[in-house]
């Protein structure tokens, strides 16, 4: 049959999607682009907040369609939502074929026959005056895949690692830890082989992902001196010795698990691009408080000024939520002045979602939208305003690009990106006085900045 996939969401849920994307094919299956000619149409869908519940619904609702007016004879649902609403999922969209949640990924072949079996998912919700969550009774996902088949859903030359599935941490404002189930990593030599086995099929970038990345290994029982931790710089210096992989990328690194040694082991591997992802969320430590969440806004400060002393020219990128509940406008300004004192390379912002089964739940949603909204692009006014200074003080510089290759907006214009930028999330470089001809996505050459247009650079081939 031929398959149609869309997936929706952060890169963590597009590598289920290539995995599940492989095993389709491994089930001797045919994978197709254009949702009329599908037999069979997979969702992997989104939860995390409401934006993208709404994208996901509209999506499948969409794709629903083809059902009515296309080949498709089967929709399938899987990821986030389908962890989350899976009877309200079949309830409320009747064209639903199959659900599968995150922890079902192997199942997909199944599904996508027509399988009956269907695994009981879990569900935690946390009620307003009630001390505990209410368990129903299902277990937390325990799916973590190891080197099975993928098929790439990136540009041939860079791809995802997850090294690690779920999250110990009690964020307030996060339904993850329902979603994914508890923090459970991937073992050195699985990663390692993988990452081979991906070099030799073309990737010079590999960027290390999981919901807390820093944390990869403590529940292997890895050890860091006199603590736990010692995991991941194993695994960078195992991984800068992978033949063919020229930058090795981090993300979503965290503030109380992001160590010395790990400082150490990303300064010393030449590999390792010095670009340090770290959402704080928040600045306030009233806000923090309430978020659940470690440290304080001096404490991240001293984190950071510390990060740039030991990795020169390291690049940082963060993420903040505005409008959580209760946050006053002298707490957003707390916010608005951090950003300015840090002086961050990449900064992203979330309007605050309320949503059910988080503790952040309980609290009065007393933020209004308008207010969400303004605040939010005040952050990024400011930001634009850093960010656009510092592209002009980088003008003249020399630098190492890796080709990514045409623009979405021209082919004849072709675009890359520096070590400080990661794929699909930061600003791009643009090349000028370059012949389309002599470059190549993946590789990596000197080229010289020689102009800066709000976020992005232009660079001419050295």
Same mark, same amino acid.
């Given at each position: 049959?031929?398959?149609?996939?869309?997936?929706?969401?952060?890169?963590?849920?597009?590598? @289920?999607?290539?995995?599940?994307?492989?095993?389709?094919?491994?089930?001797?299956?045919?994978?197709?682009?254009?949702?009329?000619?599908?037999?069979?149409?997979?969702?992997?869908?989104?939860?995390?907040?409401?934006?993208?519940?709404?994208?996901?619904?509209?999506?499948?609702?969409?794709?629903?369609?083809?059902?009515?007016?296309?080949?498709?004879?089967?929709?399938?649902?899987?990821?986030?939502?389908?962890?989350?609403?899976?009877?309200?999922?079949?309830?409320?969209?009747?064209?639903? @074929?199959?659900?599968?949640?995150?922890? @079902?990924?192997?199942?997909?072949?199944?599904?996508?026959?027509?399988?009956?079996?269907?695994?009981?998912?879990?569900?935690?919700?946390?009620?307003?005056?009630?001390?505990?969550?209410?368990?129903?009774?299902?277990?937390?996902?325990?799916?973590?895949?190891?080197?099975?088949?993928?098929?790439?859903?990136?540009?041939?030359?860079?791809?995802?690692?997850?090294?690690?599935?779920?999250?110990?941490?009690?964020?307030?404002?996060?339904?993850?830890?329902?979603?994914?189930g508890h923090y459970r990593s991937r073992p050195v030599d699985a990663i390692v082989r993988e990452a081979r086995s991906l070099a030799a099929r073309g990737v010079r970038e590999l960027i290390l992902i999981s919901q807390d990345t820093t944390f990869y290994g403590r529940d292997l029982g890895f050890r860091q001196g006199q603590g736990a931790g010692a995991a991941l710089p194993t695994l960078l210096r195992e991984l800068n010795e992978v033949e063919g992989i020229d930058w090795i990328r981090l993300l979503y690194l965290y503030p109380t698990t992001i160590s010395d040694d790990i400082l150490d082991a990303i300064a010393e591997c030449d590999k390792v691009v010095k670009y340090i992802d770290l959402p704080l969320q928040h600045a306030s430590d009233e806000v923090l408080r309430r978020m659940k969440r470690p440290g304080t806004g001096k404490g991240y400060e001293k984190l950071l000024a510390r990060i740039r002393e030991r990795l020169p020219g390291v690049s940082l990128r963060t993420t903040f939520i505005v409008g959580f509940p209760g946050e006053t406008a002298a707490e957003f300004e707390e916010l608005r002045t951090f950003i300015q004192r840090v002086g961050f390379d990449h900064v992203g912002v979330f309007t605050y979602s309320h949503e059910e089964g988080t503790t952040a739940h309980d609290l009065a949603d007393d933020v209004p939208a308008a207010t969400k909204r303004k605040r939010r692009n005040t952050l990024m006014a400011e930001q634009k305003r850093i960010v656009t200074r510092g592209q002009k003080r980088r003008v003249g510089a020399h630098v190492e690009v890796m080709v990514d290759g045409p623009s979405p907006e021209h082919e004849l214009v072709w675009r890359g990106r520096l070590r400080g930028q990661a794929p699909e999330i930061d600003p791009v470089v643009y090349f000028t006085d370059a012949n389309p001809e002599a470059l190549r996505p993946g590789v990596v050459l000197r080229a010289e900045i020689v102009g800066a247009r709000d976020y992005d650079l232009v660079v001419r081939p050295l």
């Amino acid at each position: 049959m031929k398959i149609g996939f869309v997936s929706l969401g952060c890169p963590k849920n597009l590598v @289920d999607s290539e995995v599940m994307m492989g095993l389709s094919q491994q089930g001797g299956h045919t994978l197709t682009p254009n949702p009329a000619d599908a037999d069979v149409l997979v969702v992997n869908t989104c939860a995390f907040i409401d934006s993208a519940k709404e994208e996901s619904v509209n999506t499948i609702l969409e794709l629903a369609e083809f059902k009515k007016n296309g080949n498709c004879k089967r929709l399938v649902v899987t990821g986030c939502l389908g962890e989350r609403y899976r009877d309200e999922l079949k309830q409320q969209i009747p064209e639903i @074929d199959a659900v599968l949640g995150t922890g @079902d990924v192997p199942e997909i072949v199944g599904a996508i026959e027509g399988a009956s079996r269907v695994r009981t998912i879990p569900l935690r919700l946390v009620h307003a005056g009630s001390p505990e969550p209410e368990v129903r009774s299902r277990e937390l996902p325990t799916y973590l895949y190891d080197a099975e088949p993928r098929v790439f859903a990136t540009p041939r030359h860079f791809a995802y690692i997850k090294v690690a599935e779920g999250c110990d941490y009690k964020c307030s404002f996060c339904i993850i830890p329902t979603l994914r189930g508890h923090y459970r990593s991937r073992p050195v030599d699985a990663i390692v082989r993988e990452a081979r086995s991906l070099a030799a099929r073309g990737v010079r970038e590999l960027i290390l992902i999981s919901q807390d990345t820093t944390f990869y290994g403590r529940d292997l029982g890895f050890r860091q001196g006199q603590g736990a931790g010692a995991a991941l710089p194993t695994l960078l210096r195992e991984l800068n010795e992978v033949e063919g992989i020229d930058w090795i990328r981090l993300l979503y690194l965290y503030p109380t698990t992001i160590s010395d040694d790990i400082l150490d082991a990303i300064a010393e591997c030449d590999k390792v691009v010095k670009y340090i992802d770290l959402p704080l969320q928040h600045a306030s430590d009233e806000v923090l408080r309430r978020m659940k969440r470690p440290g304080t806004g001096k404490g991240y400060e001293k984190l950071l000024a510390r990060i740039r002393e030991r990795l020169p020219g390291v690049s940082l990128r963060t993420t903040f939520i505005v409008g959580f509940p209760g946050e006053t406008a002298a707490e957003f300004e707390e916010l608005r002045t951090f950003i300015q004192r840090v002086g961050f390379d990449h900064v992203g912002v979330f309007t605050y979602s309320h949503e059910e089964g988080t503790t952040a739940h309980d609290l009065a949603d007393d933020v209004p939208a308008a207010t969400k909204r303004k605040r939010r692009n005040t952050l990024m006014a400011e930001q634009k305003r850093i960010v656009t200074r510092g592209q002009k003080r980088r003008v003249g510089a020399h630098v190492e690009v890796m080709v990514d290759g045409p623009s979405p907006e021209h082919e004849l214009v072709w675009r890359g990106r520096l070590r400080g930028q990661a794929p699909e999330i930061d600003p791009v470089v643009y090349f000028t006085d370059a012949n389309p001809e002599a470059l190549r996505p993946g590789v990596v050459l000197r080229a010289e900045i020689v102009g800066a247009r709000d976020y992005d650079l232009v660079v001419r081939p050295l």
